[in-house]
């Protein structure tokens, strides 16, 4: 038959258990976001990240979600309130003008997509297509490089 003590034991080791755990979380809060900080730096609009894209395609790839992941967290950190976003969709030159416009729109508009859905306030994201017409690399129009979409950081008035 168990003692008393020994029933406590496992509360015991539980509630120790929840403290070292609520005792990270808040260390956790309280540390800042070096990406944030970084961004909280910048005096003048300036990219933050790109990110690209397949052919014909406005889907977030998994490397792209491995990089969008972090910036979300740290586009919705406090220390960015005053900041917004401009989110640049491109292609390359392959196929039709018009396509391309409407393909870099939505590139532009599923990056805001998967921002917003990770707590970025969408009123602080204004997502534009420009298509072909701005390229990464401009010696090579059709080069993966330019399926893109850039996120800049414009700093608040000051």
């Not at 080791?13 to 961004?39: D, H, K, T, Y």
């Not at 395609?57 to 792209?64: E, G, K, N």
């Not at 976003?85 to 039709?96: E, W």
């Amino acid at each position: 038959m168990p003692s008393a003590r020994a029933d406590r034991m496992p509360r015991r080791l539980a509630r120790r258990g929840l403290l070292v755990a609520a005792l990270a979380l808040l260390a956790a809060c309280q540390s800042p976001n070096p990406q944030a900080e970084r961004i909280s730096q910048m005096t003048t609009r300036g990219v933050v990240l790109t990110v690209n894209f397949d052919l014909n395609s406005y889907a977030i790839r998994p490397d792209a979600r491995e990089v969008l992941e972090p910036l979300a967290q740290a586009l919705a950190d406090p220390v960015l309130e005053g900041f917004t976003y401009d989110v640049n969709g491109h292609t390359d030159s392959t196929g039709r003008l018009g396509r391309n416009m409407a393909l870099s729109d939505l590139r532009a508009a599923s990056v805001v997509d998967f921002l917003a859905e990770r707590g970025v306030d969408r009123q602080r994201m204004r997502p534009q297509g420009f298509g072909p017409l701005q390229p990464l690399t401009p010696a090579t129009p059709r080069a993966a490089a330019n399926r893109r979409v850039e996120v800049f950081a414009v700093p608040p008035a000051r």
